[in-house]
Nanobody, 125 residues
C-alpha cells in the first residue's frame, strides 16, 4: 500500500511560480512510476507530467511543456512539480499518482494505482 501526500499549492499571480511536493510512504518508492495530474472545476482529470524510476525519463502534456518540470528524490521518497510562468488556466487541484512496478507510466489516470488527496493551485490574472 502506497500513501501519497501533496503539498505546496496556493494562490499565485499569473507569471509566477510554485513548487509542488508529493511525499510517498509504503512500498518501494524507487520502483514506482510517478506522475502529476490536475482537475479544474467542471473538467475531467488531465495528465500533467510523468517521471521514470530513476528520473531519467520524463513526459509532459503539451499545455505545460517548457513551463513545468517534474523531478524526484528517491532518497527522500518525494516527487516534485516545479511550475513556472503560471497562467490562469493552470488553476486546478493537482494530484500525485503512483504506479508500482512500472518504469514509467502513461497519460491515462486509470494506469495509476495510488493517488494523493490533491493540493489546490489558483492562478490569478
Amino acid at each position: 500500500q502506497v500513501q501519497l501526500v501533496e503539498s505546496g499549492g496556493g494562490l499565485v499571480q499569473a507569471g509566477g511560480s510554485l513548487r509542488l511536493s508529493c511525499a510517498a510512504s509504503g512500498g518501494t518508492f524507487s520502483r514506482n512510476a510517478m506522475a502529476w495530474f490536475r482537475q479544474a472545476p467542471g473538467k475531467e482529470r488531465e495528465f500533467v507530467a510523468a517521471i521514470s524510476w530513476s528520473g531519467g525519463m520524463t513526459n509532459y502534456a503539451d499545455s505545460v511543456k517548457g513551463r513545468f518540470t517534474i523531478s524526484r528524490d528517491n532518497d527522500k521518497n518525494t516527487v516534485y512539480l516545479q511550475m513556472s510562468s503560471l497562467k490562469p488556466e493552470d488553476t486546478a487541484v493537482y494530484y500525485c499518482a503512483a504506479k508500482p512496478g512500472r518504469y514509467i507510466s502513461g497519460t491515462l489516470s486509470r494506469e495509476y494505482d495510488y493517488w494523493g488527496q490533491g493540493t489546490q493551485v489558483t492562478v490569478s490574472s
